[in-house]
């Protein structure tokens, strides 16, 4: 059951869709994955260049998205004062309610005992199924080029209709997508 990584002496497990630590139970949607010791107390992944990267890959997405999602008071003011001035405050934050509406629905799952998690009907877009199924590459792209678009799209909007669908609509959907 275990393989010698040419790299490393270690050990590593190899998982096959019949092992039993491999299966998905009704109630969960986690798969459990291995951890590497070197033979002391110190539990890590493995690392190298491709885990750094990928690491400081992650930190810029969520470094931006979530930065310019949270930083929506900053968009609000000056859209009140500018673009969209004349329109109540409580309309304008409709915009920043709504990305967060749909990146929350895009990523997130509804737990309860009468369902399993795994049911993508009572969860929000099957972006995690998705990405179960094809890995991040295919995700990054698309929440990339939606992330840009509503940026770009967001810079010409003149009327409220179309920050709804690009600061609202599309923002969320690309941020959800990264």
């Avoid at 393989?3 to 798969?31: G, M, N, W, Y």
């Avoid at 690491?55 to 310019?68: E, M, S, V």
Wanted: glycine share 8%; with cysteine; hydrophobic share 40%.
């Amino acid at each position: 059951m275990a393989d010698l990584d040419e790299k490393h002496s270690t050990p590593r497990p190899s998982f096959h869709p019949s092992d039993e630590a491999f299966s998905v139970s009704q109630h969960s949607c986690i798969i459990p994955l291995p951890a590497y010791s070197d033979g002391d107390s110190h539990i890590h992944p493995d690392g190298g260049l491709m885990a750094y990267l990928t690491t400081f890959g992650a930190f810029i997405a969520l470094f931006f998205t979530f930065g310019q999602m949270n930083a929506f008071g900053i968009f609000q003011a000056w859209y009140s004062e500018h673009q969209l001035a004349g329109m109540a405050a409580s309309t304008i934050s409709w915009v920043g309610s709504l990305q967060l509406w749909i990146f929350f629905l895009s990523v997130c799952r509804q737990e309860s005992p009468q369902y399993s998690p795994c049911d993508t009907s009572i969860q929000g877009y099957p972006i995690g199924r998705i990405f179960d199924l094809y890995g991040p590459k295919h995700l990054m792209s698309a929440g990339t080029i939606c992330y840009f678009a509503s940026v770009m799209l967001t810079s010409v909007s003149k009327q409220y209709y179309q920050y709804i669908l690009t600061q609202g609509v599309l923002f969320g959907l690309g941020v959800g997508l990264l």
